[in-house]
């Protein structure tokens, strides 16, 4: 059974710092790509940042500059680490674990509230 449990959500001012951790358990980690999506009510679910197996990174044009996402292989664990914080980055946060194996198997978190208040 997979497992993705987020946690470090929470209420932040405008300019402060949060870390959310993604703990997967049930997948094979050092073959999924791991990403973070964040989505508002009405809005659809963006991604946020991915990295890959190997370590190569992609993030959102919003974000760059002031997110930064790792893996850390020994933990099953991926991090955001989210600087200089902006109300508009107020949303949940899911972690996203995709396995291929034979197939693509897609699995979500529960998602987190960040909230930055101005």
């Known amino acids: 059974q997979v497992q993705l449990v987020e946690s470090g959500g929470g209420l932040v001012q405008a300019g402060g710092s949060l870390r959310l951790s993604c703990a997967a358990s049930?997948?094979?980690?050092?073959?999924?790509?791991m990403g973070w999506y964040r989505q508002n009510p009405g809005k659809q679910r963006e991604l946020v940042a991915g990295i890959t197996s190997g370590g190569v990174t992609n993030y959102a044009d919003s974000v760059k500059g002031r997110f930064t996402i790792a893996r850390d292989s020994a933990k099953n664990t991926v991090y955001l680490q989210m600087n200089s914080l902006k109300p508009e980055d107020t949303a949940v946060y899911y972690c996203n674990a995709n396995e291929f194996v034979l197939k693509l198997n897609s699995y979500w978190g529960q998602g987190t509230q960040v909230t930055v208040s101005s």
């Open positions: 049930g997948v094979n980690f050092a073959i999924t790509t």
